[in-house]
């Protein structure tokens, strides 16, 4: 017999993940740790059951392993889970050509598909149970293209963009669906990714528990799209105004004046 509400988190050996899985403790969750380390999570885990008295399962897997994904697709559909976390992700090191085929192929698959397969088995479980929430870890990258190299805001836009027709679809029935949009954050992605923190401007860089907090506050009010640095919330109304606004004229049978010879 179930007593708590359990949270996967994905990515959850170190940084962003590693905070939520505490947060989700903090909050009375038992939770399920998904990421390929195994000490790391082995450890997270032992110290989540000592300071919270929760219940921790270790899933190590591997998100771009096929039978590893599945196992994961697994645990979600068995119908026990309240809250998944698609959290685990990567950037890239250099630009679209400086890249392997391999590389790019291993960001699509850890960033866009592990996350939608597992969305689609998260929703059809939390469907079924009339409830259930879906945090998606996307980027502020999503709306900002031109500052990066173009792989990784575009895995976070497709996040994004899934998350915002997720929440439209599945919240009339009852669940919940956020994007997360951090910006720079203080974790180990960016000595992966080759770039040394120390070296980006003060004020630049949101602590990880800044952030993660920031990002709850947000899933508490109710929001589908958090932006934890962003100081005034009327930019990103506005941004959504008017591409609301822009909706009803994006398909018409009529060529505009501007597009006739
Ligand atoms: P991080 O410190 O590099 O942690 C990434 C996590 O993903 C680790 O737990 C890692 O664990 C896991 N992971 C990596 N490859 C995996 C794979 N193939 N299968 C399963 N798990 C895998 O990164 P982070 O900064 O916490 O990032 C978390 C999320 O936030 C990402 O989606 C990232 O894009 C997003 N984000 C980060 C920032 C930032 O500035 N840090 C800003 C915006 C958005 P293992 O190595 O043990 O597998």
């Known amino acids: 017999m179930k007593t708590s509400p359990i949270a996967l988190v994905t990515g959850a050996s170190t940084g962003i993940g590693a905070v939520y899985a ?35 399962e270790v899933l190590t897997a591997d998100l771009t392993a096929a039978d590893d ?31 392997t085929p391999q590389a790019l192929d291993q960001i699509i698959a850890l960033n866009v598909s592990a996350p939608t397969r597992l969305c689609a088995a998260a929703g ?34 497709y996040l994004l963009n899934l998350s915002q027709a997720l929440a439209a679809q599945w919240e009339p029935q009852g669940l919940r669906v956020q994007a997360v949009l951090p910006g720079a954050t203080r ?19 949101m602590e990880t528990g800044d952030m ?19 100081p005034d919330d009327a930019q990103f109304a506005a941004l959504q105004a008017a591409r609301l606004a822009m909706a009803p004229n994006l398909s018409r049978s009529e060529v505009p004046a501007r597009y006739r010879r």
Not at 78 to 97: E, Y
Not at 124 to 152: C, D, W
């Open 187 to 205: 974790t180990e992605l960016w000595e992966k990714a080759g770039r040394d923190v120390d070296s980006f401007p003060p004020g630049f860089l």
């Open 22 to 56: 505490d947060r989700f403790a903090r909050r009375g969750h038992a939770l399920v740790l998904v990421a390929r380390d195994a000490q790391r999570l082995a450890a997270l885990a032992e110290r989540l059951r000592t300071e919270h008295g929760c219940a921790v």
């Open 212 to 230: 993660v907090d920031a990002a709850l506050v947000g899933l508490d009010l109710g929001e589908t799209v958090t932006l934890p640095p962003l």
């Open 124 to 157: 059809r479980a939390f469907l079924a149970q009339g409830r259930g929430t879906i945090i998606n870890l996307s980027s502020v990258l999503a709306l900002a293209p031109e500052m990066f190299e173009g792989v990784y805001s575009g895995t976070k836009a």
């Open 69 to 99: 994904l599945a196992r994961v697709e697994a645990r979600l559909q068995r119908g026990d889970i309240d809250v998944l976390v698609n959290n685990a992700g990567m950037s890239l090191k250099g630009g679209l050509i400086d890249n």
